[in-house]
């Protein structure tokens, strides 16, 4: 039975962060900064609330008799109660013998294209504990994205208008940063166990390691820009936030009313349509705020029902990428040109050219791990680089319709003028006495 590592990475960083946070709140309010103190509280308790409803709905707390549980959630301690347990439920595995045990079926990765099926049994204890990391890991991902990213973007601001770093702003800034990271590896692995849930699928410390890097330089760019930009532009800000975010909100909506299928009632059966609709509603939230920062690994299909689309889009990476890089470099372009006085001792040209370099490390880092260190590489249909290719030779022949027309002339007038020197030699075949020639003739 694996460690439960996961379970207390994602509690250390939930406890660091909240604890930073209310300090930092507290430090703001010392100073008289009331607008500062109350960003701060507001990005720090309200992913902590959502973190606690997404333990106690994948938990199914509300249906079962366990009022002290929904207590301690009230009181913001959920995480610290489900790790006590998970821990209980580790170091108690195997000294009882367990009345019954359920056998699974995970394919494994293909060898010389051929893929075995293995049965493995797995006990209460292991459920219990693969139920409990499967809630943590979603708790990371909320906590990231609708805290830690706003958080990180917040105190990067004032630290670039009050241009002073300090030492309690610096450490909640790599909190911020770390658990941003690790939500978007846990995002990741979540998106591969799901859409190959058929497979035995292990995760090697290379492929954590592209991931980490890769999530690194691309959040680390993407709030710097956007804090630079807000910064010099503060009333051109909120438009592009909102475009960003509401864009990204409506887009699995729009796919869904498209393709005309009936309404998913099949998420929760304790769930009324308009519970199933709020539902919803916070998931599509969820992949808006994800994408804001970063590409989400998952993609959310309403239509489907596990909502989310298992195939490997090769072209739906490539497109988030193409414009999130010409959107990161306008913001800078614009920063560059209305730059104020409190960058009077940065190198602005320096400074723009080593952000677009760490976003191209970003999307280095992604193609190494979706072409060499992606566990399931070998269930593509087409690698990466395959796909890319394809997709650049695609838009290369639309754009090009007078190059492709050009040639089907050329095409036409060769085999006109392949005609006329057939015919022409019939004739002189026929003038010199070919005898296949003579008998068409005759008859």
């Known amino acids: ?78 995480p610290l109660v489900r790790c006590v ?99 978007a590896l846990r995002c990741n692995i979540l998106a591969i166990k799901i859409k190959y849930d058929d497979y035995d699928v292990s995760v090697k410390p290379a492929a954590y390691l592209c991931i980490f890097m890769w ?38 909506w729009i796919l869904f009313w498209q393709s005309k299928s009936p309404f998913p009632e099949n998420i929760e059966k304790a769930l009324s349509r308009v519970g199933t609709t709020i539902v919803l509603c916070l998931l599509t ?45 306008f913001l800078l372009l614009m920063w560059y040109i209305y730059k104020t006085d409190i960058y009077l001792y940065v190198c602005a040209p320096l400074l723009v050219l080593q952000l677009l370099i760490a976003y191209c490390m970003a999307i280095l880092f992604m193609l190494v791990f979706y072409q060499f260190c992606h566990p399931c590489k070998k269930l593509f249909s087409s690698s990466v680089t395959e796909g890319l290719l394809s997709w650049f030779t695609f838009c290369f022949v639309c754009k090009s319709p007078k190059s492709s027309t050009l040639t089907d002339k050329a095409d036409l007038k060769s085999s006109e003028n392949a005609d006329e020197s057939q015919s022409s030699n019939k004739t002189i075949d026929s003038l010199n006495g070919n005898p296949h020639q003579s008998v068409s003739s005759n008859a």
């Open 1 to 78: 039975m694996k460690f439960p590592g996961s379970v207390l990475i994602s509690l250390v960083l939930f406890v660091a962060e909240t604890a930073t946070a209310l300090c930092l709140s507290g430090a703001y309010r010392a100073a008289g900064d009331r607008m500062w103190q109350w960003l701060t509280l507001l990005f720090a308790l309200l992913p902590c609330a959502l973190v606690q409803l997404s333990l106690v709905f994948i938990h199914r707390d509300v249906s079962r008799d366990r009022p002290l549980v929904l207590l301690l959630h009230l009181l913001q301690l959920g």
């Open 85 to 183: 347990e998970v821990f209980y439920i580790y170091f108690r595995a195997g000294r009882v013998e367990e009345p019954y045990v359920s056998i699974t079926k995970k394919k494994q990765m293909p060898k010389d294209g051929y893929s075995e099926e293995v049965e493995k049994e797995v006990g209460q204890a292991e459920g219990k504990l693969c139920t409990h990391r499967s809630a943590f890991s979603r708790a990371s991902v909320i906590q990231a994205f609708l805290g830690s990213a706003p958080q990180l973007t917040l105190q990067l601001y004032i630290c670039v208008l009050q241009q002073e770093i300090t030492a309690a702003r610096s450490i909640f800034m790599v909190l911020s940063l770390l658990s941003i990271v690790y939500g």
């Open 215 to 252: 999530r690194s330089f691309e959040i680390a760019t993407r709030v710097t820009v956007l804090v630079l930009f807000s910064s010099v532009l503060q009333i051109w800000t909120l438009p592009v936030v909102l475009l960003n975010f509401f864009g990204f909100f409506f887009y699995p």
């Open 285 to 329: 939230f969820l992949y808006a705020g994800i994408n804001m920062f970063c590409w989400s690994a998952v993609q959310v299909k309403l239509n489907d029902p596990d909502l989310i689309n298992k195939s490997q889009n090769w072209y739906r990476l490539t497109v988030y990428y193409m414009l999130r890089f010409i959107e990161n470099a």
